[in-house]
C-alpha cells in the first residue's frame, strides 16, 4: 500500500504534494491562507481530472492515477 | 392441456401444425404465441412438471476445455427448463450487440415490449436517467467519457413452468406432453423436409408426432445434440452440411472482484448500481463501454457494477456478499470471495478512512465490481458429440468452452476506463486487481450459464446453421428458438431476447400459413 498511502497524502495537499508547483507558488502555498490553499487544491483537481479525462493515467501498484498523481507519489518516496 | 406420455399406447402419434421440442422460456412463450393464433401446437417436454433426477441425467456430458459446470447441473430439464433457477435479470440489445446479426434492433424492437410483460418487468424504459433518484443517480454523462451508464431489469424472477402453467393447461389447440423425449429427426430422403419425430420414454415406451413445422427449443447445448444425433440421412448431422453446428459456443464469463473501488460511502452514483425496487420495477445500473470505445479498443460487450463491500470503520467490518451476486456462486466460492474480500478490505480500509474523513469529508465506502462480458465469437469454442450414450441410447455431448487468450487484459482494460471516467468525475479511484496485487480476480471467475451460438443466424450457411427467420438452411420447416441462434452475445443474461425471439418466430410461422 506504499504508493497508495502516498497518493492519499497527495490528496491533502501535503507540503511535499506541492513540490511540484513552481518556486513561487509553492513558497505561497507553504504560508497558504485557507483562500490560497483551496485555490491550489482547487487547480490540483482541475489538472487530474483533465488528465483523467484525456487518459493520461499511469498504474501504480493497480492503482489508476492520473500522471499528475503519479508524479507526487513519485516525489514522496 | 397437459398429457404424460408414458401413458400413451404404443405406437401413438401426435399431430399438430407446430411441433415444438422444449419447454422452457422460448417453447412455452411460442406455443402459447400460436396457440392464441389458432395454431394446434404440440409443446413436447423431456421432464415433468418437477425436478426427476433420471430425466435431469440425461443431460450428462463431457467438458474437455475452460472449466464448466457440469453438464448435467448447469440446466434444468423440467417444465420451465431453465427459467426454474435462472435468476432474472434482463436488458434489452443494442444496435452494437447486433452487429454481425442479418438482423437489426428494428427487427425485434417490436418484440422487446411484449417479451417485457412476459418476463414480468416494470414499465418498459432502459433510460438510465429515468431510474434516478435522490439517492441514486447514473454517472453525469461527459462529452469523451468512455463508459455510459445503462439499467438491467429484473424479473420475479418468472418460472415459466409455474407462471404460465394454467395457461398451457387451457390453451385451445394446445397440448403439453410431459416426459417425452426426442430421439431422432425424420427428413426426408434430401434432407430438405422434416417429415416426423421419433419421441421416448424413460421407461422405453416410443411414439411419434408430425407437423407441417417442427422448432427445436431444446437448450443451446440440446439442440446440438439433437441435430448431431439425427444423422441417418446427412451422416454429419441436420443442419451441418458447412460443419457449422455446435461452433461458436459460449457463455457469459463474470469475474467478481477485479477492481477495487474507493469512492464516498454514501455516493448516489455508488447506489445507482444496487438493485433496488423503483415505480414498479426493480432495476439495477451497470457502466458499458460506449460505442465508440468499444470500436476502438476492439473491446467486447461488457457490464460493470459496482457493489459495496459494507462496513466504513477503520477495522475492517464483517463482509457478505449481496444475495444476488451470492445467489450465482457455490457456496464454498461466496465463502472464498467473502474471505478474500475481508482481507481485502482490511488492507485498504484505514487509509481509506484517513482520506475519505479529510478531503471527502465522509466514511470511505470501500466497493468491488462484478465484470460481465460476450467475448467475440470463436469456431474452435463447440460442442460435438462424444463418447457413450445416455439412458436413452442417444449420444453423449462434449463440450469445449473457449475463452480469448486476452480475456484478463480485456477485463482490466475495461476497470481502467471506469478508473479513468471516476477520476475525471471525482468520484473515487480504482485499483484493478491482479496477480500483482495480491489478489488475482482470475480466481473468482466463473459462468452465467447462457449457453449460445450453437446454431447461430447467419444469412450464409457457411457461417451459421439457422437464416434471419430462425429456419435451419436447407430444411424447409424445422426452425430454431433459444439462445443457440444469437450470433454475437452481448452482456447480460440472453432470456428476455430470447422470448423476444420466439414471438418474432411465431410472426413468421403465421405468415407462412397465409
Redesign the interface.
Known sequence: MRYTRRFLLICLGCASGLSLMPRHARARALRATPDELAATLHRLDARVRGEFASGTTVQLNGWVLSRTEARLCALCR | MFVDARKLSKNFTIDADVCIVGAGAAGITLARDLAARNRTVALIESGGIEYDADTQALYAGAVVGHDFTPLDRDRLRFLGGTTNHWGGSCRRFDALDLEGWPIGLDALEPFYRPAHEICQLGPYDYEPMDWSSDDARPMPA?T?ANLKSGVFHYSPPTRFGTVYRNDLNSAEGLSVYLNANLIDIETSDSADRVTGLRLACLDGKQFRARARHYVLAAGGIENVRLLLNANRVQKTGLGNQFDQLGRYFMDHPYVVGGATVLAAASSPEMRFFTMRPMRGATIAGYLAATDEVRRREHLPPFAISIFTLGGTGAEPAPVALPPAIRSMLSEARANKIEYYLSRAMA??EK??D??FD??WREPPGTYTTLYICGPDPDPQSRVTLGDGVDALGMRKIRLDWRLPDNFEQQMQRA??LL????????LG??????S??GHDPMENMNHGHHHMGTTRMHNDPRNGVVDADCRVHGIGNLFIAGSSVFTTYACDDPTMTIVALALRLSDHLKSLDT
Not at chain 2, 419 to 426: I, M, N, V, Y
Not at chain 2, 429 to 434: G, L, P
Request: glycine share 14%.
Open positions: 461527459a469523451g488492507e485498504l487509509p481509506a484517513w482520506l479529510k478531503v476497470h481502467e478508473g479513468q471516467d471516476l477520476g475525471r468525475a471525482g479511484r480504482v485499483r484493478i486487481e491482479s500483482a496485487t
